[in-house]
C-alpha cells in the first residue's frame, strides 16, 4: 500500500510538470509581452538580415522596448493613430524602436523587421525619400524575414496588401528585386529619392 501511495504521487508530480511545461512553451509560441521573450526573436530576425539580406545591419546601438497601446498611439504621427503595432524614431544617438505588447509571435517577427528596416534606412538611404519607397522597402524586409522564417500566412497578409503607401511601395520594391535581385535592391534604396 505504501509503495503505491509513493508512485501514485510520483505519477502526479510527473503529470503536473508536464503540464506546466506545456504551458510555458506554448504562452512563449503565443505572444511576446515581456523583453526577455522579445530579444531572441529581435536577435533571430537580425540573424535573417545579416546572412540572407547582403548583410543588412546597424552601426548605431538601438533600443527595444514594448508599450501599451495607449502609449503607441500617442507617440504616432497623426495620420497612424490607432493603427500602428510599431513605431521607430532616431533619438540622437541611437535607434528606438517601440512595439506594441501582446503581439502574437509571427506579427511580432514582421513588425519588429519594418521598424529595424527604418532604422537601417536611417544610416542608409536619402532623408527625404518618397514615403511610398519607405513604407514599401520596410515592408519588404518584413516580408522576406517571415518567408525565411517560414510564418507564410504573415508573409501573405503582407503581399496581399493593396492600399496606395505599403502596398504599392513593396510591389515596387518586389518588382526591383525581380529585375536586379536582392542586392540590386539594397543598392536601389540606398540611391533612390522618389523612384516611382
Ligand atoms: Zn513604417
Known sequence: ??????????????????????????????????????????E?????????LSGMGTAYPYVLDLVDPATLDQMAPATYKGMEVGLY????????????????????????????????????????QNIVIKEGFADWVAYKVL????????????????????GKGFKIILGVEDQRGIAGVMEYVKKTVNGE
Open 147 to 166: 518567408q525565411m522564417d517560414g510564418a507564410l500566412n504573415a508573409a501573405n497578409n503582407i503581399f496581399y496588401r493593396a492600399d496606395p503607401v505599403y
Open 44 to 52: 533571430k530576425m537580425r540573424g535573417y538580415l545579416y546572412y540572407n
Open 1 to 42: 500500500m505504501k509503495k503505491f501511495i509513493i508512485i501514485m504521487i510520483i505519477l502526479v508530480f510527473s503529470l503536473c510538470e508536464k503540464t506546466f511545461a506545456n504551458n510555458g512553451q506554448n504562452y512563449y509560441q503565443t505572444v511576446i509581452n515581456t523583453k526577455e521573450l522579445a530579444g531572441p526573436v529581435f
Open 89 to 128: 524614431k532616431f533619438e540622437g544617438t541611437y535607434h528606438h524602436i517601440y512595439m506594441i505588447n501582446n503581439l502574437a509571435v509571427d506579427d511580432f517577427l514582421g513588425t519588429v523587421a519594418h521598424e529595424y528596416a527604418h532604422a537601417w534606412q536611417t544610416e542608409n538611404c536619402p532623408h527625404n
